[in-house]
């Protein structure tokens, strides 16, 4: 007896022990203001001037003066940098690193979108000619100075010779040429495009590299300079023209940059930027990982996503963070449909004939846009850190066409344009009209949670019509080598990374060559036209907005392209994530912004200390 | 003299050993439909022309028999090629490997030095109380996943405070001074090792006391008890020798295993071993690095097991004395 009153007296307490572990479910009261902390009503500093110093002309930020002295940590996702090389990037960890040691003539104003001075001190359009002005007196970090030169170097023998990555020059590529380039004296250079053409501007922002620290390395070659500048480079070689210098890279840990003291940028009392002593990133494998750093004080920044952003927000009043909304994200989530009718090198149907006939039939692509449930996807999915998305350019594009307004989920509009393309439904089993069962398969990368759950809801929208769909996740890279070259797969979900600048961008992705035409993927060298009416469309509205200059020519162009595929469906758009972001209130002169995001302003950014609390 | 020849037969036997695990790992690898350009080829602005560049560069247009090929003829020559990153392979192994061996050794040395005693004891003083716990905590110790335990811990850090979330130094670590240096290190050791050391100390104890039991009920111990040696004598002089000779083939075993054992924990801990670098390179298809690795892996094994039957020879009398009865 007294034996059996023992185990029962443990098993309660246990039981009790557990109950406390147990979390609470987040009350609802808490749910309305996730998307709180807007920066709507934010008053940005005045734009930077330029000021002339003892003969230097620097450029002078306008933000509130600061402190010196301090450092702050982030974190970098991944496997951290794989070169310092700026002109050779290929991933976006990389690409912010090289951005931080060397800077472009021009930039991006980071709350308005539009192309401003930085290396260079000013430039004037004139028609197809773009002359720029540089600062004199300034200096790379051995004391050389900033001349013209280093900018043709730049421009000829690295851009235009092909060296690295090539997407500047292919941006930059007019009918096949490329802008003239002339040096009009030590500070002055000028580009002559062959005509007009809108995204060149924008194609100034690349970063400008040392001719004298360079030049050794691109006259090797591809292969010599592609691994020149990688991550065991010495950082005290390292010559560059950023804010920040390299003090120490330790793979797979972290990288440490410190501050340029002869930065051509000062402050409101002339004195010279950045504030920031350190610039630490952590290397961290993934996302839980940032968090418990991020919990336990080892990093100053932390991006929140879905079900973490109520728990953050709950503990924000007493914390020492704050945590900022920087609208939706401009990546795009979606469900893209293979519309392609090409057999395989073996002669084998990509996609089977039959379901050619389905994919490629507008109505029902529109049945299938209007059974996704975007709204469900973005309460259960998201926890509602979300805005449901229907265009081909991300929610914060300047050029987003907002005519645009979407719709909600509607079962009946479905099985109206089924039926108006002579599918029939028997015993909740969808037919065609030639007596097919439609039945497909649905892929997306196995490993992200939110894709397969959208996969999941997915299903179970188009099995509401009758459709049999097999999701199938599968490893990221065999997804990729099916969308990109064997081309066997019916409908995926997939995501791309946008500019919210430039819609010229998603020429690969709409251009009906491309090499990233997901949905209509044509192999290299195809002659066949065999577009279809609305592609052709594309082709001419992606050539012709190029060569428009102005922000209001360009717009209705590009709302069109947005129209078209909305009309057309062949990538179905899902929602979009709202970046919500924690960082710690010492850190000062934040002016997030939806464009930028919260640490563009580096430079400006300042710690303040703890004893002056 | 015997021993020599025995080592050369060995070493010998190794080549096509290294021959077939090279050319099955390789068609595996490349034979999988991973493609190591994939996330290039889903980035918007990377145009057809980088891609071809990087096709080039990768030797990706080439029959995979040639690339097989090339690869070998490289290594032959030591050299480990570069990773698709662009890297030096033998750069990025040399940055791991000192980081592993560290957190390996320590694990070793701390489960070598508690997890035999205690196996001992525990045999010696079979069905006590001590034994008994000894069990349980074992069976804890075999039962919690690897990756699961070393979460808990980050946990542990990071609601208490005590010790780091991970990596292997601080941010400021080059600017201590030595001693502070020392202590940062062994701060960010504590938790990885604490959780493989709990992990494989619970294996080694049970097989060492599993060992030791079996020699403990030989009529040979019998026998030396009967005799009127003292306990002393008995365990450590006659059934230990015993019983540590399977011990020494499981140390062969664990030398493969210091380079490559730890890599669920190193990833959950970011610890920038080896064990991650490979797991990150399996993901991307980065053949020359999974390469470079694995026939490391199969050298590390090889070695590790002459060092054992080796090391056989010395304690074990039995088998110095019969020749060439070694397999």
């Known amino acids: 007896m007294k034996r059996v009153l023992f185990w029962i007296a443990v098993i309660l307490i246990f039981g009790l022990c557990l109950k406390g572990c147990v979390k609470k479910d987040i009350p609802e009261k808490y749910s309305e203001n996730i998307l709180s902390g807007n920066i709507e009503n934010i008053l940005y500093p005045d734009k930077n001037k330029n000021v002339e110093i003892n003969g230097v002309e620097y450029l002078q930020s306008q933000a509130p003066v600061g402190k010196f002295g301090g450092q702050i940590v982030v974190s970098a996702i991944g496997e951290g940098p794989k070169t310092f090389n700026p002109c050779n990037t290929k991933d976006a960890t990389s690409a912010s690193m090289a951005g931080l040691l060397y800077d472009g003539l021009l930039t991006t104003e980071p709350v308005t979108g539009e192309v401003i001075p930085l290396l260079a001190k000013s430039f004037e359009i004139r028609g197809n000619e773009y002359v720029i002005y540089l600062r004199k007196g300034i200096k790379w970090t051995d004391g050389t100075p900033i001349t013209a030169e280093d900018v043709i170097y730049t421009y000829k023998d690295i851009v235009y010779a092909g060296l690295g990555n090539t997407a500047t020059r292919d941006a930059m590529m007019i009918k096949g040429k490329l802008p003239e380039l002339l040096k009009l004296d030590d500070y002055t250079i000028k580009f002559i495009t062959p005509e007009p053409f809108a995204p060149f501007l924008r194609q100034l922002t690349y970063p400008i590299v040392p001719k004298h620290y360079f030049k050794p390395y691109s006259d090797k070659g591809d292969s010599v300079f592609n691994a020149f500048l990688n991550p065991d480079t010495p950082p005290k070689q390292i010559v560059s023209s950023g804010a920040f210098k390299l003090k120490e890279y330790v793979p797979a840990q972290r990288v440490v940059f410190e501050r340029n003291s002869d930065y051509y940028k000062v402050n409101l009392d002339n004195k010279k930027l950045p504030y920031l002593d350190k610039l630490i990133y952590l290397i961290v494998g993934d996302t839980n990982n940032e968090i418990l750093k991020f919990e336990a004080g080892e990093i100053d920044v932390l991006s929140l996503r879905g079900s973490n952003v109520a728990r953050y927000k709950i503990k924000e009043a007493n914390s020492n963070y704050k945590i900022y909304n920087l609208g939706a994200d401009n990546g795009t989530l979606f469900l893209v449909i293979n519309l392609g009718n090409r057999k395989n090198k073996e002669g084998k149907w990509n996609v089977s004939p039959i379901k050619q006939n389905w994919f490629r039939n507008r109505d029902f692509r529109t049945a299938v846009d209007w059974a996704v449930d975007r709204d469900g996807m973005i309460k259960n999915i998201a926890q509602g850190v979300a805005e449901p998305l229907f265009t081909a350019e991300g929610l914060s594009s300047i050029y987003l066409n907002k005519e645009i307004k979407g719709h909600p989920k509607d079962k009946n509009v479905s099985k109206a344009s089924l039926e108006k393309a002579g599918f029939k439904l028997d015993n909740g089993i969808l037919y065609d009209n030639k007596g097919n069962r439609v039945e497909f398969d649905l892929y997306t990368n196995a490993g992200s949670i939110d894709r397969e759950s959208i996969g999941v809801m997915i299903k179970q929208d188009l099995e509401e019509l009758g459709m049999k769909v097999n999701f199938k996740p599968i490893e990221f890279n065999s997804l990729v080598n099916k969308l990109s070259n064997t081309q066997d797969w019916d409908m995926a979900i997939m995501g791309l990374t946008g500019s919210p600048l430039e819609p010229h961008d998603g020429k690969n992705v709409w251009m009906s060559n491309g090499p990233l035409h997901l949905f209509n993927q044509r192999p290299q060298n195809y002659q066949k036209d065999d577009r279809f009416d609305w592609e052709i469309e594309l082709d001419n509205i992606f050539e012709e907005g190029a060569l428009k200059l102005s922000y209001k020519d360009r717009k209705p162009i590009y709302d069109k392209y947005q129209t078209i595929i909305y009309n057309e469906k062949p990538i179905i758009y899902l929602y979009s994530p709202i970046r919500i972001t924690a960082i710690r209130k010492k850190i000062q002169n934040i002016f997030p912004s939806k464009l930028s995001g919260l640490l563009y302003n580096i430079d400006e950014i300042y710690v303040e200390k703890e004893e002056d609390k | ?327």
């Open chain 2, 1 to 327: 003299m015997k021993l020599w020849r025995y080592i050369a037969k060995r070493l010998l036997q190794t080549v096509p050993l290294l021959i077939i695990v090279s050319l099955i790992s390789f068609f595996i690898i490349r034979l999988s439909p991973i493609d190591p350009l994939a996330e290039l080829r889903l980035n918007p602005s990377i145009s057809q022309e980088t891609l071809d560049k990087e096709i080039k560069r990768l030797n990706l247009d080439k029959p995979i028999g040639i690339q097989y090929l090339s690869w070998a003829k490289a290594f032959i020559k030591g050299d480990f090629g570069y990773t698709s990153a662009g890297e030096k392979v033998s750069t990025k192994l040399k940055e791991r490997i000192p980081n592993t061996l560290l957190l390996t050794l320590v694990v070793i040395f701390m489960t070598w030095s508690v997890g035999i005693p205690l196996g001992i004891i525990s045999a010696y003083k079979k069905e006590s109380a001590f034994d008994r716990l000894l069990t349980v905590t074992a069976s804890i110790g075999m039962a919690i996943p690897s990756f699961f335990f070393a979460i808990l811990m980050l946990i542990f850090a990071v609601k208490t405070g005590w010790f780091p979330v991970g990596g292997l130094t601080s941010y400021n670590f080059n600017d201590m001074s030595f001693g502070n240096k020392c202590v940062d290190i062994i701060k960010h050791l504590v938790l990885p090792s604490f959780v493989l050391f709990t992990i494989s100390l619970s294996g080694l104890q049970r097989q060492m006391r599993a060992n030791m039991l079996e020699v403990m009920d030989s009529d040979y111990i019998k026998f030396a008890r009967a005799k009127g040696l003292s306990e002393f004598k008995v365990v450590f002089k006659h059934a230990l020798r015993n019983a540590v000779n399977p011990m020494i083939t499981l140390l062969g075993f664990e030398f493969a295993g210091l380079l490559s054992g730890a890599a669920l924990t190193e990833y959950v801990f970011q610890y920038p071993g080896l064990g991650r670098l490979i797991l990150e390179a399996v993901m991307k298809s980065d053949i020359n690095l999974v390469m470079a690795s694995l026939m490391m892996g199969t050298i590390m094994l090889i070695t590790g097991n002459l060092i054992a039957d080796i090391l056989l020879m010395i304690t074990d009398p039995r088998i110095r004395g019969v020749n060439n009865g070694i397999v």
